[in-house]
Structure formats: structure tokens, C-alpha cells
């Protein structure tokens, strides 16, 4: 939950750093606690006080508690922390857990560079739940470039034996992190890690500033470095978890990162000094003196208080904190500008990381290795494409555009389903289907709702079962003899694009492919209810009355049609098709390359018409059947609006995502995301142009209709103007829309309308 502050919402801290201890019994001349500018810790005392950690409980329950956090995350950190002593150690996670139980789930662990760790130390983790992280660089040549004593004494040897008793203890080993050197060889330092099994790495830049640069043989030395280990690691089979790599390919798929080291989501971490002052982000420390400093102490501030500081707002801008090279940046959702602190130079931060040659070179690879092992094509949209689905419209080479990166889409979400649920009878059969008769396949692929029911699996709310339904049906259009069990649903089989078997018993059934037909293997050919499609001149679409995962909506679908019904939608939509036509003729290409399914909606309260699109059932438009066509034909016009939008934004980043703010919609009462307001103006830039044409044959209430959409719906082109969250490319599309609707803000109407539509 969000709570108002003296500038606008605040978001909860949700990970707090302990500095327990201020001095290291190691002398690392990369660390940036005592080698860089600020050097606060000569004045700090050496170990936190128990009423200090008793006061930071309770700031963080407080907090809890404010806010309805179900879970925080706890670092013990120094210096080095084990120096607390295990007394220490142990009251410190005591009071942590008194305080805490019953509000929240607390996440407890432990930084240490193992020098001391024993076993009485991890007796004691073990008891109060602390997960231990351990600083290793790599084999011994690698850990001792840096990682050593004050006498020059090599370290390696007593961190490689902490990290062994870990792994006697796997319920405690939470991971290793490495700091970069480039002077290093990765291929070594990767298998002296991956050789201690560790859950997962951080492979960590060095922390550096444009003002004190990194080390750099090379324009993209770091880059390349961490490209033969990303290369090696995907060879393996990926045999441990690597966060910064696990956090690109999320990051490349629209998910958060993993790290504050890249993404654009927002920072929600404080550090707590021994003394109890708050600190930013300590790696701020390589910027300059104070950098990292609040003002603010627990024993005065609350953390709310805490999170209204410039600097803590400065790390939650997402995009829009971001200087104007990374805002125009194509790897912008991956990298994030990199970290905060890497992109300070000469007091200020409004600059590219330190690191951006390297960040854009690795997301790079990432991104086009990944692309190459799942063979997807890379799919892309011209300015020129891009522009004209902009204007409202879009041919039928622009949605053919759309589609065919949908398919790749829907492919690549069923193998996941696969590789995540097995199925491997569906899967061998579906693999044959692709190999010879890709066809039919992709017949069976651009049905709507296997992406619908593809995300749902993965989510963990739908079966895997499914996949042999999509097999079956391939196998239908393929005409290959097959006998495969299928999911049942209610006593039916439902097949996509082929039709409904009836009879069928609940959960998995028996069924019989021959000659192109389906059949249940006790039941017969006649069990079959075909698919049902809506037919208007050259144009047909299926009318979706039986998918189980038609769902996806925000209204709920009809139940099956009765014959009297199905007539209806015929009827309606034939004289419907025949008004777009007629009438709104720019629009007909697209649809007819793009629309494939409509699905009846259950009608709504007496007088009011329904319809919805769904992002992750591309092609398909939902609606109620409305009581004349002319209306059927807005519906059509308004959602498919949705469709094409929600195709290009599974293409193209045009606005920050992770940007919370919600904006005033004109034509809704509640406040809407950026992405629903977004949504909602293209939507209602073809309800305007639909009554500004349908003014000139039936001028009331066409003319009224029309001011008064074409006013709300420049009102929320400005809205969004104005919103500073949109891309680069998002500026451009809504430029296009702009460049639509003034044209038709001179165009005359009655005086009443216009007055209405002010």
C-alpha cells in the first residue's frame, strides 16, 4: 500500500541493511565501505548498541504495520558482521523476530566474508533463521587480487572452508557474490564458483563513478567478460542461479528484476547504520563525503519520514528518473540506467551508468542468444507500421505484422507450459504436427484463447491438460491418426477451432483421430457440436461460445448459444459488417486480417451495452449482442482498438511500466493506470471518428455523441502528454493520435453539441 507524504504517495521500504558492525578484519582495496570518498565509518561506533537494534525493531514494525507489509527482507551487514560476535548476533535476530512475528514474514540473512565462520556460528543461525551470503571472487588468483589481509595474507583458503560447511548445511547457504575484475579469467572464476554449488551468484560491477572510472582495457571489457561466462553458464544447462543474468532475461519478457543493479522497478531499501542513522543506498559511498547520508536517526524519525527523502525518491522515478540518453535507450526496461550510484559525475546524477557501453553490449547478447535458442523470430514494427496504427488504423500489413509476432508468442508460452508440465504424449505429437505440417499447427496456434489458457497454466490457474486438446485439434486439421488423452470439462472435450465432443467423463477422456475426424473413443462421430462461425460476405470469424478459457474478460461470457441465439449474432453481425463497410471502410482491412473470434458476453443491466477485449486473447473481441447492428459495429470498431494495442505493446515499450501513478480517464470516474488510460484513448479514438461519420446520416444524437467524445478524447491525449512516462516511442504514437483527432476539433456541430461536448 502507498501512503501520502509531504510530496505525493510514498512506497514502503521493504529491505533493511543492519550494519551490526563497522570495521572488517579484511583489507579489500575494492571495497567501497573504506576505499572511496566517504568515509564516514571513523566515526562511527564499532558495533550496534541493543537499544539502538531494539529501536530499529520497532521502527520496522511500526512500518509493518502502517502499511500491511506481509513480508520484509533483513540484511546483517558491516564492515563485517560475524565481528558482532554470535551473542550479538543471536539478540539482534531475537528482538528482530519478537517484534516482528505475527505482523509479517521476516527473511533474515547474513553477509560475511567467512574468515571466522564456524560451526557454533551457523548453530546459531540456524536456530533464529538466518540464510548466510558469503564475498568470494573466484579461484584463488581471482580472490587475491583483492580479497586479502592488511599483511597481504590470502584469504582464499578460509573463505572456501566457510562456504564448505555451508554446504553441509544447505538449509543456510543462500548464495555467493563476486566482484568483477576484468584482469581475471571468467572461465576460471565461473567454475571455482559453480564447484561449491552455491543456490545462486552475484556477479557484481565494481563500484565506480564517471568521476573515478573503472579500470577499462576495453570500451565493453565488463561486457565481454560476463558474455563468456553467460555464454559457458547457458552451454551448462544453467547449473546455478545468476541473478544479474536471471534479472536480464526476466526484465526482456516485461517481469522485475531481481537486482537493484538493473530494471526499472522502484528501490525500496534503507541501510542502518551502527549508530542508528538511516542511510541511502550504501554503495553511494564511491560518489562523494555524505552522500549517503539522511539526517534522519531512529531514534527521532519514523520510516515514513525516511521514505519522503529526495534521495529515496530519487531510486522509485523508474523511467522518468532517468537522464534523456537512457529514456531513448532500446535495452531502457533491462538496464534501468544501471546503478544509481554508477551514474554520478561531478554532482549530479542525471547521467548514463558508468557502465553503459557494457549493460547495452550484455543485454544485448542475452537478449539475441535467447532469441536464437528458442528459435523465435525476431519480430519487429517499422516507424512507418508504427505510425499508422497511431492514426487509429492500420492496413493489413501492419496487423499481418502483429499477428505473426503473436504466433511466436503463443508458441514460445506453450513450450513453456511444456518444459515447466510435461505433457509429453501432446508434446511428441505436437512437435510431428510442427515438423510436417506447420500449417496446421499455426491454424490451431492463432486461436485467441491459447495464449489465454498458456499464461493462466504458468500462473499456476489452469491445467497443463490443455495441451493435448491443442495437439488434438493440430492433428485434426493435419489429418494424422492419433489417440491421445485429453482434458474434459464439464462432460466436454472442447477442441480449438474444430468444436465440442459431448458426453465426456470429468477430467482427462479418451479420444480417436481417423481421416480428419474426432472422436471419443467410447462415443462417436455424432458426439461432435462443430465450431460455430459468423459469416458476412468473404468475411468469417468464429463465434467462441465454448472455450473454457474464454474467461479472461472483465465481463462474463454467455453460456453455450441456443440455435435461435446463434441466428441473431448472425444476423447482426452480417448487417453490422455491411455498416463497416459502407461506412468505415479504413477500418476493414485490419480487422479482417485480425479479428478471429467473438465471444458473447451475458447481457448487462436493462440499457446497457457490454464489450471487452482481453491482452492476452489477441484477435478475439468480447461483447453482449446489443439491440441493433449499428451498435454491434461501434463495439467492433471500439475493441479491436484494444486488440491492435495490446499487440504493439507486447512488441514495443511506450511508456514506464514501472510508473504507479493513476491518471484522471474523461470518460470513467476512477483514476487509471497509464497503461488503462493509454488503452482507453485509442479505444475512443475510433468511438469518435464512428459518430463523427455516422453524424452526416443520422445528425442526432451522432452530433452530440461525437463532441462529446472527440473533447474527452483530446482531453486524454494531453493527459498523457503531459504524463513524462512515456517512451520515446510512446511520445511518437501519441503524437500519431494527436495528429488524428485535430483535424476533427474544427470540424462544426450544432451549438447544443458542441456545448455538450465541452
Not at 479482417?592 to 471487452?612: K, N
Not at 482498438?641 to 511500466?657: P, S
Not at 514501472?658 to 470518460?667: E, G, I, N, V
Amino acid at each position: 500500500m502507498e501512503r501520502g507524504g509531504a510530496s505525493g504517495p510514498i512506497l514502503p521500504f521493504r529491505q533493511f541493511v543492519l550494519k551490526v558492525h563497522s570495521r572488517c578484519d579484511l583489507a579489500c582495496d575494492h571495497c567501497y565501505v573504506y576505499e572511496h570518498a566517504d568515509q564516514s565509518w571513523r566515526g562511527r561506533p564499532t558495533t550496534m548498541s541493543p537499544e539502538t537494534i531494539a529501536l530499529v525493531a520497532e521502527r520496522i514494525a511500526e512500518h509493518v504495520r502502517g502499511h500491511g507489509l506481509d513480508e520484509v527482507h533483513v540484511v546483517l551487514h558491516g564492515g563485517e558482521p560475524l565481528l558482532a560476535g554470535r551473542d550479538r548476533l543471536a539478540s539482534t535476530a531475537t528482538e528482530l523476530r519478537r517484534r516482528l512475528d505475527g505482523l509479517c514474514r521476516l527473511d533474515l540473512r547474513i553477509h560475511t566474508n567467512g574468515l571466522i565462520l564456524n560451526d557454533r556460528f551457523l548453530d546459531v543461525f540456524a536456530t533464529h533463521g538466518i540464510v548466510v551470503g558469503v564475498s568470494l571472487d573466484g579461484d584463488r588468483a581471482a580472490n587475491d587480487r583483492h580479497r586479502r589481509y592488511a599483511d597481504g595474507r590470502s584469504s582464499h583458503a578460509r573463505a572456501v572452508r566457510a562456504v564448505e560447511l555451508l554446504r553441509r548445511r544447505p538449509e543456510l547457504y543462500g548464495g555467493l557474490l563476486c566482484t568483477i575484475d576484468v584482469a581475471n579469467d571468467p572461465i576460471a572464476v565461473y567454475e571455482a564458483l559453480v564447484a561449491l554449488r552455491p543456490p545462486r551468484v552475484d556477479f557484481l560491477l565494481p563500484h565506480a563513478t564517471w568521476d573515478a572510472p573503472p579500470a577499462r582495457p576495453g570500451p565493453t571489457a565488463y561486457a565481454d567478460w560476463l558474455v563468456k561466462i553467460y555464454d559457458r553458464w547457458e552451454a551448462d544447462g544453467r547449473p546455478i542461479g545468476v541473478r544479474l543474468f536471471e534479472s536480464i532475461l526476466r526484465t526482456a519478457h516485461g517481469g522485475l528484476s531481481l537486482t537493484e543493479a538493473i530494471g526499472l522497478q522502484p528501490s525500496t531499501l534503507i541501510v542502518i547504520e551502527t549508530d542508528g542513522s538511516y542511510e541511502l543506498v550504501d554503495s553511494l559511498k564511491v560518489a562523494h563525503e555524505g552522500a549517503p547520508a539522511t539526517g534522519h536517526h531512529v531514534a527521532t524519525a519514523s520510516l515514513d519520514e525516511v521514505a519522503a527523502h529526495p534521495g529515496v525518491r530519487a531510486r522509485q522515478q523508474g523511467l522518468r528518473g532517468l537522464c534523456a540518453t537512457c529514456r531513448s535507450c532500446p535495452v531502457v526496461r533491462s538496464c534501468g540506467g544501471g546503478l544509481y550510484p554508477h551514474r554520478y559525475r561531478s554532482g549530479s546524477f542525471d547521467n548514463p551508468s558508468v557502465y553503459c557501453a557494457d549493460l547495452f553490449a550484455l543485454i544485448g547478447h542475452v537478449r539475441e542468444t535467447t532469441l536464437r535458442a528458442h528459435t523465435l523470430r525476431a519480430h519487429t514494427l517499422p516507424a512507418a507500421a508504427l505510425d499508422t496504427l497511431a492514426s487509429g488504423l492500420g492496413g493489413s500489413e501492419e496487423v499481418e505484422r502483429l499477428a505473426t509476432a503473436q504466433l511466436s508468442l503463443r508458441r514460445a508460452l506453450v513450450a513453456a507450459v511444456h518444459t515447466r508440465a510435461g505433457e509429453p504424449a501432446a508434446w511428441d505429437l505436437l512437435t510431428r504436427i510442427d515438423r510436417d505440417h506447420g500449417a496446421a499447427l499455426a491454424t490451431v496456434l492463432a486461436h485467441p484463447y491459447v495464449r489465454a489458457w498458456a499464461v493462466a497454466c504458468l500462473r499456476g490457474n489452469a491445467p497443463a491438460a490443455r495441451l493435448s486438446n491443442i495437439a488434438a485439434a493440430a492433428a485434426v486439421h493435419a489429418r494424422i491418426d492419433a489417440r491421445i488423452d485429453v482434458e474434459a470439462v464439464g462432460g466436454e472435450v472442447h477442441l480449438p477451432t474444430i468444436g465440442v465432443l459431448e458426453g465426456a467423463p470429468e477430467g482427462r477422456a479418451a479420444l480417436v483421430i481417423e481421416e480428419g475426424r474426432a472422436r471419443l473413443r467410447d462415443g462417436g462421430p455424432e458426439s461432435l457440436s462443430p465450431v460455430r462461425r459468423l459469416v458476412a460476405g468473404r468475411f468469417s470469424v468464429l463465434l467462441e461460445d465454448a472455450d473454457p478459457y474464454r474467461d479472461c474478460h472483465r465481463w462474463q461470457p454467455a453460456g453455450r448459444l441456443t440455435v435461435e441465439e446463434a441466428a441473431r449474432w448472425q444476423e447482426s453481425f452480417e448487417q453490422a459488417w455491411q455498416l463497416i463497410e459502407k461506412d468505415y471502410p479504413a477500418y476493414v482491412p485490419a480487422i479482417e486480417t485480425g479479428l478471429t473470434a467473438i465471444v458473447p458476453l451475458a447481457p448487462a443491466d436493462a440499457g446497457r451495452e457490454v464489450s471487452s477485449a482481453a491482452r492476452d486473447a489477441f484477435g478475439a473481441v468480447a461483447a453482449a449482442l446489443p439491440a441493433d447492428p449499428a451498435t454491434l459495429a461501434l463495439l467492433i470498431l471500439h475493441e479491436f482498438q484494444h486488440v491492435k494495442l495490446g499487440a504493439v505493446l507486447d512488441l514495443l515499450d511506450l511508456f514506464d511500466a514501472s510508473d504507479r501513478r493513476l491518471f484522471h480517464a474523461p470518460w470513467r470516474e476512477d483514476p487509471r493506470p497509464l497503461e488503462g488510460l493509454l488503452q482507453g484513448t485509442y479505444a475512443h479514438l475510433a468511438v469518435t471518428d464512428f459518430w463523427r461519420v455516422r453524424r452526416h446520416g443520422e445528425p442526432e444524437p451522432a452530433r452530440r455523441h461525437f463532441a462529446h467524445w472527440r473533447a474527452r478524447t483530446a482531453e486524454a491525449i494531453e493527459t498523457l502528454t503531459g504524463s513524462q512516462a512515456l517512451t520515446p516511442l510512446g511520445e511518437r504514437f501519441v503524437a500519431g493520435m494527436r495528429r488524428s483527432i485535430v483535424p476533427w476539433l474544427s470540424e462544426e456541430v450544432a451549438e447544443t453539441a458542441g456545448t455538450s461536448g465541452r
